[in-house]
């Protein structure tokens, strides 16, 4: 039992309670035994300090502790940290005796954009990275890795797994910083890859990809195709992967032959060319939601300010591709009508690009029925100057003008994630909300300005 995988040891922790007792111990021990390998006595201080620099462990080790083989052959310890924590988890290497190794591993071109700082600190024959993250999101460090094998992240008390069928089959894909240096059998970032069958892409599929398609956008707050697991409640993962920005999606096009959405790809991409902006394209747009093949599933009624409309109109926005049932805003197709990232990218930030409303700002006398969340353009996109905002808020000529599309969903209530549909006599409310958050500078972070 001490050499199970995570998946079977928590399916023997459902039987009873005894079990689950068993297989929480198991886990914790998996980590102190991996833990005392790099830090010798020293090893219960590491869950605190690890905790400390909100980080995560990745790599060969995470891997181990997943496929429980036994840690003995482990020699590199890989961390991710967020900006500005590195000094501190730095401190407390230096104090159980590491010291760094200027001569350590280079990071990979394709991560650098991901990656302010790379260390490596050694003692006897053993090596701690650490990764400072350009942002506060580890996640994106995470996702960025070049294989799915090492997409995977733990902290003292849990862990997650980007890509968990692949990892028990065998069977990796490069991710979209994936060299092509990595040889099959050979070693890949930390991981020894002799276990696994490296694929440079779904070629070798032979069944469709379903809703795991790596085509498909994806963000680590759904834990839909994922797996997270909790040991220790002390040590949560869960806070991490909730606060995580970052989507992304393994390649930009499918090539298993049996993939439902390779063909629906191309189709997406010429939708993301350009966003609908006046009612002709509007109408062009909700007859390409109709006909999507697979269909999406329904999602709800949002209200939108095309750039080029003369007034707000009320459209469908289905769920993403992949997704059956709508459970958050992060479940919906948005994309369809407000451009939110770059046509090739693999790698997004989406949440500074929303924002909820509970109140009219600057208009505290009145109240809301419910909230209202508005999701605006990607600055990256350069979309057009929005007329119709422009002439809704009465703003001057002269005045900060606001680009791109605006897409506006109600809630039933505070919660951001129950929506109802728009309707039209939301329209006048909207409208005043909309004209207020432009003139209290109280539009989304990521808004596009002139
Ligand atoms: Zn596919």
């Known amino acids: 039992m001490h050499r199970c995988a995570l998946p079977a040891l928590r399916t023997l922790g459902n039987t009873c309670k005894t079990y689950r007792r068993m297989s929480d111990d198991i886990r914790q021990n998996r980590f102190e035994r991996i833990s005392s390998l790099f830090f010798g006595d020293k090893y219960e201080d590491f869950p605190v300090a690890l905790l400390r620099c909100k980080g995560v462990v990745t790599g060969s080790a995470a891997l181990e502790m997943y496929l429980g083989r036994g840690p003995e052959d482990l020699r590199d310890l890989n961390i991710v940290v967020p900006h500005g924590a590195l000094a501190d988890l730095e401190d407390w290497l230096v104090r159980v005796n590491y010291e760094e190794d200027q001569d350590g591993v280079t990071v990979k071109p394709a991560l650098a954009q991901h990656v302010r700082t790379f260390c490596a600190y050694r003692a006897h024959d053993r090596t701690v990275t650490v990764t400072e993250a350009k942002g506060s999101d580890v996640m994106e460090v995470i996702v960025n890795s070049p294989t799915t094998a090492e997409m995977i992240a733990m902290t003292a008390g849990g862990m997650i797994v980007l890509y968990p069928e692949l990892t028990e089959s065998g069977d990796c894909l490069l991710g979209p910083s994936g060299g092509w240096d990595l040889k099959e059998g050979g070693r890949f970032g930390s991981v020894n890859g002799a276990w696994a069958n490296l694929h440079s892409d779904t070629r070798y599929m032979s069944v469709p990809c379903g809703a795991t398609c790596p085509s498909i956008w994806r963000h680590a707050r759904s834990d839909r195709n994922m797996l997270t697991f909790v040991w220790d409640k002390r040590y949560t993962i869960r806070d991490i992967v909730q606060s995580a920005r970052t989507e992304w999606r393994l390649m930009e096009n499918c090539y298993n032959l049996h993939c439902n959405y390779g063909a629906s790809s191309s189709n997406l991409r010429r939708w993301r060319l350009r966003s609908p902006s006046s009612w002709l394209h509007v109408s062009d747009r909700e007859l390409d939601i109709i006909q999507h093949n697979p ?24 769920t993403a591709e992949g997704i059956e049932e709508y459970r958050t805003l992060d479940d919906l197709n948005v994309e369809c009508w407000v451009r939110q990232r770059q046509i090739t990218a693999c790698c997004a930030q989406r949440l500074h690009l929303r924002k909820t409303y509970k109140i009219i700002p600057g208009h505290s006398s009145v109240g809301i029925d419910g909230s209202y969340t508005i999701f605006v353009e990607d600055p990256g996109a350069h979309p057009a100057h929005n007329a119709l905002v422009t002439a809704l808020a009465r703003l001057k000529v002269s005045a900060e003008l606001v680009l791109g599309n605006l897409l506006v969903f109600k809630h039933k209530d505070d919660d951001a994630s129950t929506l109802c549909d728009m309707v039209d006599d939301d329209k006048g409310l909207v409208n005043l909300l909309l004209r207020n958050a432009i003139k209290t500078g109280n539009l989304p972070p990521g808004t596009p300005r002139l």
């Open 295 to 318: 269909p999406f599933a329904p999602g709800f009624k949002a209200l939108l300010y095309a750039t080029q409309s003369d007034q707000p109109v009320i459209v469908n926005v289905p």
